[in-house]
């Protein structure tokens, strides 16, 4: 396990992600620095350079990135700054200092067209801004660190310690008996503890270049709300389906960017198990909080 030098830097250490590998790192022992926006500002390259001569880590686990996909229309150029030029940065100084990399990314890099899961050698022909920026972020990272990177491209997270889908529906639920949720994009929820678990099992094998790693199985956001509700154990609510033209958000998605996770499969042996297991899971280890009463749908805002 330890064919990295200590200590194991981690950007973004107190986000979604962050937390988890974070936790589960802890588990095996080896010394881990982690930091978050306010510790390091992966857009400034004398600041990223500072802290990997100050600590000289053997690898770095890069989770940092702006995840606001609609946000990113109308902020490009924080878009860049933090998920392209970042993530370059950061490859700068890994190199200066023999360190290897592995950089989150994900499927918004595709335009979701293709019809079948996307693997690897796929071309990327992102939609909108946060996708094109992750895309640019990746060119970098391989142009800049070509034999010492590992870029993982995952998607739908969810996980206990930050915003996520869960979430965000379950709130939703607390104050509606109605709710309507896009059923045409499909993908691979992902639970954090999961993907966690992945990133130091490629660490063991000393894996390079793309990987997609997700959880196993594919639905659509109407089915994974569905499942959300009934986990739960909410009833009386009602979730109807709505196309991705109707919802009309600020940047395009996607349809069809499910991941093929056989090159993972490959290199560990297995797949992580399947999203609905991980989900249940999830309920199992989330507090225990008290819904608030629904008002009447006539009443709903």
Same mark, same amino acid.
């Given at each position: ?12 250490? @107190? ?14 022992? $080896? ?24 600590? &000289? ?56 067209? &293709?019809?079948? $899961? ?7 022909? $992102? ?26 491209? @995952? ?63 594919? @639905? @659509? ?65 989330? $507090?225990?909080? &008290?819904?608030?009463?629904?008002? &009447? ?5």
């Amino acid at each position: 396990m330890l064919r990295f030098r200590e200590p194991w830097l981690i950007i973004g250490a @107190t986000g979604m992600l962050g937390t988890d590998l974070v936790n589960s790192i802890e588990q095996l022992g $080896p010394e881990i620095v982690g930091l978050d926006s306010s510790r390091l500002d992966i857009r400034s390259r004398d600041s990223v350079m500072e802290v990997m001569q100050r600590f &000289k880590p053997g690898i770095v686990f890069n989770t940092a990135g702006i995840t606001d996909v609609d946000g990113c229309e109308s902020s490009v150029d924080d878009a860049f700054d933090v998920n392209a030029h970042g993530p370059a940065n950061v490859a700068a100084a890994c190199r200066a200092v023999g360190a290897f990399l592995i950089h989150m990314s994900t499927d918004y890099v595709f335009d979701g067209r &293709k019809g079948a $899961p996307y693997t690897e050698s796929d071309p990327v022909n $992102p939609l909108g801004i946060y996708g094109k920026s992750k895309a640019e972020g990746e060119r970098l990272v391989r142009e800049i660190l070509p034999d010492d990177h590992c870029i993982m491209r @995952t998607q739908w997270l969810f996980g206990l310690h930050g915003r996520n889908f869960v979430e965000a529906i379950l709130e939703r639920a607390s104050v509606t008996d109605t709710l309507t949720v896009v059923d045409d994009q499909y993908g691979c929820p992902t639970s954090t503890v999961d993907l966690s678990h992945a990133m130091i099992d490629l660490c063991e094998i000393g894996a390079q270049g793309t990987i997609h790693v997700t959880n196993t199985g594919v @639905t @659509t956001w109407h089915a994974f709300a569905r499942r959300i509700i009934a986990l739960a154990g909410i009833s009386g609510v009602r979730i109807d389906a709505m196309t991705t033209e109707e919802l009309g958000r600020a940047s395009p998605r996607p349809l069809y960017a499910v991941l093929d996770n056989s090159r993972f499969v490959e290199l560990v042996g297995s797949p992580l198990r399947l999203w609905d297991d991980a989900l249940k899971e999830y309920f199992a280890r989330r $507090p225990r909080l &008290k819904p608030s009463p629904r008002p &009447k749908s006539k009443q709903a805002p």
